[in-house]
C-alpha cells in the first residue's frame, strides 16, 4: 500500500544527518528513523490497517529485503 523511496524525502539524507550531526556522535551502524511514506492505513478513507496474511517489505539497495508476514496474535 506504501512505496516511496528517499527521493520522495522532505530532507536529503545528507541533510539529516549533517542536522543529527550537530548534536551526537553518529557511529556506524546507527539506524536514523525518518518516518514513513504516505500511504499509511490511518489516512484512508476508510482507514485500513494491517491484518494476517499482510506482508511487509522493506528493501535497502545495497543490503538486501526484509520480508514479514502479519500473524494473529494469541
Do not use: K, N
Not at 29 to 38: R, S
Amino acid at each position: 500500500m506504501q512505496s516511496s523511496g528517499t527521493h520522495d524525502m522532505i530532507f536529503s539524507v545528507a541533510e539529516i544527518i549533517s542536522y543529527m550531526s550537530r548534536f551526537m556522535r553518529l557511529q556506524p551502524g546507527d539506524i536514523i528513523a525518518t518516518g514513513t511514506p504516505e500511504g499509511v492505513g490511518m489516512g484512508r478513507d476508510p482507514q485500513r490497517f494491517l491484518r494476517p496474511g499482510d506482508v511487509m517489505e522493506l528493501t535497502v539497495e545495497g543490503l538486501g529485503t526484509q520480508r514479514q508476514q502479519v500473524v494473529a496474535a494469541d
